[in-house]
């Protein structure tokens, strides 16, 4: 369902992607906008570069389903990217409200932009519908060490809002220190569900991977595989009942389905198709807690 634009893996391989509107993609853009193309992967370097197609067919979703009014805290990021007037193409991540004036992303969907570059954040369930809306940023900070370190990438960035835009709008808790690995000692993690919320491409479960685009915010279930230092991985392997993320859920939450309310990690890579792993940022690490403890209050 769900997806980074950041791939893992070393490889190279057939994707293909549909989504409309036709505008300059810039470095680390949150969305896979490809048309039948070879994409050249390179640990966590820069995202692959395309032609472009037309959108046409319906989107298929990864055993996910549209989350309506619910995970209202969840917004899509938007930037004026043809400087044309904001608009329905225009989103390009996901994040999180993890404060009333702190929308919480990964740094590769800030990184790229001009730092007077004005960006907006919606939280409409349809990122297309959340145009008239969308709530315009008063700045953005990303983590200063981001992309030194490929087994800690630093990977975490804020988008600062207007706390009065806001309101009605229950934040995300973030987790104390290390609480993934208290759970972990305990054997508490063994067969957990999480939950992957984002606006991001679906791809068939089988056959070629086409990459649909439809800016809809959504939820699916995928199961804990593992946990390291700094990173999350989760099963989104369709055949044993997951679902996952995919191009456009960059910097989207990655929930306990017991606990729906605490953000753990933020999407930042996994394999290139949709279909496998996803590998998350945890955000109960010292070092995104460094980071994140400039602009909210930590537990």
């Not at 989350?67 to 899509?76: D, F, M």
């Not at 649909?212 to 055949?239: F, I, Q």
Request: hydrophobic fraction near 40%.
């Amino acid at each position: 369902m769900l997806k980074s634009i950041f791939l893992g893996d070393d490889a190279a391989l057939n994707v293909r992607a549909v989504r409309p509107k036709r505008t300059p993609m810039p470095r680390n853009h949150g969305l896979l906008v490809l048309a039948a193309v070879i994409v050249s992967l390179v640990g966590c370097g820069d995202p692959a570069a395309s032609g472009l197609g037309s959108r046409e067919g319906t989107t298929r979703i990864v055993n996910g389903v549209p989350t309506g009014s619910a995970y209202g805290n969840v917004g899509a990021l938007m930037f004026d990217f043809a400087s044309d007037g904001l608009d329905a193409d225009d989103w390009f991540c996901s994040g999180s409200l993890i404060a009333p004036a702190v929308f919480l992303t990964a740094a590769h969907c800030l990184e790229f932009l001009p730092a007077s570059a004005q960006v907006y954040v919606t939280f409409s369930p349809s990122a297309a519908e959340g145009v008239a809306t969308a709530i315009p940023a008063k700045e953005f900070h990303f983590d200063p060490l981001y992309g030194h370190d490929q087994s800690n990438p630093h990977d975490v960035g804020v988008v600062l809002l207007p706390a009065k835009r806001t309101r009605g709008i229950t934040p995300l808790q973030l987790p104390p220190a290390g609480y993934l690995d208290q759970l972990a000692e305990k054997n508490g993690l063994k067969d957990q569900k999480f939950l992957n919320v984002g606006y991001g491409g679906d791809v068939p479960t089988t056959g070629q991977p086409i990459v649909t685009y439809d800016g809809v915010r959504k939820v699916s279930t995928s199961t804990y595989m593992a946990l390291e230092a700094n990173w999350l991985w989760l099963s989104m392997n369709a055949a044993t009942g997951n679902g996952g993320d995919c191009y456009g859920d960059s910097g989207g939450p990655k929930l306990l389905a017991s606990n729906p309310k605490m953000v753990l990690a933020l999407v930042v890579t996994g394999d290139a198709v949709c279909r496998a792993t996803t590998k998350d940022y945890r955000v109960d690490s010292p070092s995104a807690r460094a980071f994140l403890g400039a602009y909210v209050a930590l537990s």
